[in-house]
């Protein structure tokens, strides 16, 4: 759906040039939900507006349903945009228009016929669940409400694929949930492939298929999410998945044990176990695990005893339960 190779952009600044995107490669599958993560300034929103253009890149290719976007003219452009659409953090709506006028806008823009424009329009926002918010402004809804509208905008079209800039960063959490349920759905029954970029790990962890992981203008990472989450390799994934605060950075402990629960284990107190048996006591400084279907899926750091001889019973015991385990720094 979605290919890009050695895409490179570059800003003039007065201080000379900065390169924001160095070759970047990826390859988005046609109906899956593809995520984009990195922490702040890390060329995350520059890059999903190169893909439909909005920024020209400096070099590299962008091919999109099998056309080169490079090679298009204004006219070819405009008319392939609309099968790209995009939703921002801050919603962008028009304020002196209802939210049913804020769907049919870019309708109007493609000379769709008014009846025709407003029957879809409806459509959309009954789809969105705001068939009661037809006539009212975006002053008189909530920000998830703004957000439902503005994915409705973004659907008039009939896109074939959702560009998501930050769109749940302004939202609390029980709101981001509906709207990444909202997502799921309309993927799952409209087969419109979802880029979504952001920085919150628990956005990936919810809604997408893959991801890829940026620093500093490069991807340092891609996978499968399940895969990512659980054996980080990169150091901005392991940043973004496990905390960074002065509980771990203050831990005065040598040695720092990640546990990984994969699915391949029972959902019993190992670490209750493991403390008994082995005669040994751990720190837990962060847990993030989850039950399904009676297997644990997540991953805990510990901190580890000072003697060798604890350690290596751990690392038995772990061994003999089938566990994958990895050592890390304690300021990971």
């Not at 040598?254 to 019993?268: H, M, T, V, Y």
Request: proline share 3%; aromatic share 6%.
């Amino acid at each position: 759906m979605i290919v890009l190779r050695n895409l490179c952009k570059t800003f003039d600044t007065s201080e000379g040039k900065i390169e924001v995107l160095k070759n970047i490669n990826l390859k988005i599958k046609k109906g899956e939900i593809f995520g984009i993560i990195g922490l702040s300034g890390a060329g995350k929103s520059t890059l999903v507006r190169c893909i439909n253009l909005l920024e020209k890149p400096a070099s590299g290719e962008i091919i999109f349903d099998s056309m080169h976007m490079g090679d298009l003219s204004s006219k070819e452009l405009l008319k392939v945009r609309q099968s790209m659409g995009m939703v921002f953090q801050s919603f962008n709506l028009l304020q002196q228009r209802t939210a049913l006028r804020n769907v049919c806008y870019p309708l109007e823009i493609a000379w769709v016929p008014k009846d025709e424009a407003r029957a879809k329009a409806i459509k959309l926002l009954e789809l969105v669940g705001l068939s009661d918010k037809l006539n009212a402004y975006p002053s008189q809804l909530s920000g998830g409400q703004k957000q439902r509208v503005a994915i409705a905008r973004a659907l008039a079209t009939e896109p074939k694929v959702l560009l998501c800039d930050e769109i749940t960063s302004a939202l609390d959490p029980n709101t981001t949930r509906s709207i990444l349920e909202l997502l799921q759905n309309i993927n799952r029954t409209l087969g419109v492939t979802i880029l979504i970029i952001t920085h919150e790990m628990e956005v990936i962890d919810q809604i997408c298929n893959r991801v890829a992981v940026i620093h500093e203008g490069k991807v340092v990472e891609t996978g499968e999410v399940r895969e990512v989450f659980l054996r980080p390799r990169s150091d901005t994934a392991k940043q973004l998945i496990l905390p960074k605060g002065k509980e771990i950075r203050n831990m005065t402990g040598k040695r720092c044990l990640r546990i990984i629960f994969d699915g391949n284990s029972a959902f019993e107190p190992i670490i209750s176990n493991m403390t008994l048996e082995c005669r040994a006591v751990v720190n837990i400084l962060y847990a993030n695990t989850k039950s399904i279907d009676g297997k644990a899926y997540g991953e805990m750091l510990l901190q580890l005893p000072d003697d060798d001889v604890s350690i290596k019973r751990i690392f038995a015991y772990l061994d003999d339960k089938g566990i994958f385990y990895k050592e890390e720094e304690l300021n990971v």
